[in-house]
């Protein structure tokens, strides 16, 4: 179901929420929990799934009253349940129990696991028909139309979290989806958008974590310095509303207050802005059809003062026109992408490769995807799991390769 076919006054209009968050430790899982906080009247928490912070994991299980804390690594259960004892949250561990925690009842389930390993867990919680808080933006990159389908199938719902879809899901008036001309995602630009291309070559892990704007995990982070989730984005946009890939856009708007637009074709163009704070859009999908108070700074524009804009200079950020080329070709192109992208901002983490080996390394698996005859359609699971760990492999090969 495409976003813009949801009708107002949701199934969920009024009653306590039931909730359960995937990536309860991240950055997203952290600030849901912060929204929450502040309207504890409204919700009831479920289940908290994490990896391996179970400390977090466990003191956040607590103070929300969580009836189950999940952590995927089966060898810390030991650890998180002693942590939890004498509180009565129940703690579980493993893959296994991961997915449990997805399928127990619950009225929203946000998305928040980083990468395709979210995937599976997303497709459990949606089993039982629910609203799916979406943050991870990786299962519609990597699954696309097999994701959507599976959604339709199940009856649950998508909700968009990132604050560009959530800007655009504000602004698209699904009675004129037909006079929809485009949609525009903005970008910050990251922190290298005023750096020549020779500096680029230089950039270290540290300087590339530090986000002007945003504070969030660190492969978004990287993601945004090479732009690359812009175009993670464009592909996630295409997914979401009923657009095809020509109208969509993106541009660089430093500021990060516009946080997306739709053009219309009587020339209008309607945007929603807001401080950066992924607060808004997390309060926004919790409370859908309705609004509910964030504990989030007010827009002072006047303070502000300018909103500027800017193209994307692509010899400098290539990923963008990458991730554009990988929708036109369609297929597995963008499930073999995403995997290969995962591997690079890893690889740069560890500081084996360089920036700029990051977009580099995921095109020349893509090359070689291509020349393999692997860049077919995707209709089922197993086939999206294919095109992830071909990409995935071809990605550790090549950065042995590329390595500094
Ligand atoms: P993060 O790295 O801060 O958190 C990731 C969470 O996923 C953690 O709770 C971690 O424990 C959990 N996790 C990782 N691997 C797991 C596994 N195999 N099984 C179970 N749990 C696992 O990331 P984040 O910044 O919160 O981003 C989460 C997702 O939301 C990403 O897909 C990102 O693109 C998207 N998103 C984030 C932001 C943001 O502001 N942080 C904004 C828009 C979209
Ligand atoms: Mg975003």
Redesign the pocket.
């Known amino acids: 179901m495409s976003l813009v076919e949801l009708t107002n006054g949701g199934p969920l209009a009024g009653k306590v929420r039931k909730l359960t968050i995937?990536?309860?430790?991240?950055?997203?899982?952290?600030?849901t929990l912060d929204v929450v906080a502040h309207q504890p009247d409204r919700f009831e928490v479920v289940a908290l799934?994490?990896?391996?912070?179970v400390e977090l994991l466990a003191e956040q299980a607590i103070n929300c009253r969580a009836k189950v804390a999940v952590t995927?690594d089966a060898g810390l259960y030991d650890a998180l349940k002693e942590k939890l004892a004498g509180s009565g949250v129940e703690a579980a561990a493993g893959?296994g129990a991961?997915m449990e925690a997805a399928r127990r009842p619950a009225d929203i389930v946000v998305a928040?696991?980083?990468?395709a390993?979210?995937l599976k867990?997303t497709l459990a919680a949606a089993e039982q028909g629910t609203t799916i808080a979406l943050?991870?933006?990786?299962c519609l990159v990597c699954a696309g139309e097999v994701f959507n389908s599976a959604m339709r199938k199940y009856g649950a719902q998508l909700l968009p979290?990132?604050?560009e879809h959530s800007a655009v899901f504000q602004v698209f008036e699904q009675k004129q989806r037909d006079q929809v001309d485009q949609i525009i995602l903005t970008a910050s630009g990251g922190p290298f958008r005023s750096a020549t291309y020779e500096q680029l070559k230089e950039v270290t892990p540290e300087q590339a974590l530090k986000h002007p704007n945003?504070?969030?995990?660190?492969?978004?982070?990287i993601?945004s310095a090479t732009l690359m989730?812009k175009g993670?984005e464009l592909i996630e946009a295409y997914h979401l509303f009923p657009v095809e890939p020509g109208q969509l856009d993106a541009v660089i708007h430093p500021q990060s207050i516009v946080h997306s637009m739709v053009s219309y074709c009587d020339g209008s163009v309607l945007a929603q802005l807001g401080v950066p704070d992924?607060r808004t859009p997390i309060a926004y999908a919790l409370a859908w059809p309705s609004r509910m108070p964030a504990p989030v700074e007010r827009l002072d524009l006047a303070k502000i003062g300018q909103l500027t804009f800017e193209p994307i200079d692509s010899d400098k950020f290539p990923s963008v026109g990458l991730c554009l080329g990988c929708l036109e070709t369609g297929g597995s192109a963008t499930a073999v992408m995403n995997a290969s992208n995962e591997v690079a901002v890893a690889e740069f983490l560890s500081d084996r490769i360089g920036f700029l080996g990051i977009t580099e390394l995921t095109r020349e698996v893509l090359n070689e995807a291509d020349a393999a005859g692997m860049l077919g359609n995707m209709t089922s699971l197993d086939e999206v799991s294919d095109a992830d760990e071909f990409g995935r492999r071809k990605a550790g090969e090549l950065a042995q390769r590329l390595q500094k």
């Open positions: 995937l990536g309860a430790t991240g950055s997203i899982g952290c600030s799934v994490g990896n391996r912070n995927a893959m991961v928040a696991i980083v990468g390993a979210g867990p943050a991870n933006k990786e979290v990132d604050s945003w504070d969030m995990g660190p492969k978004i982070t993601d989730n993670l992924m």
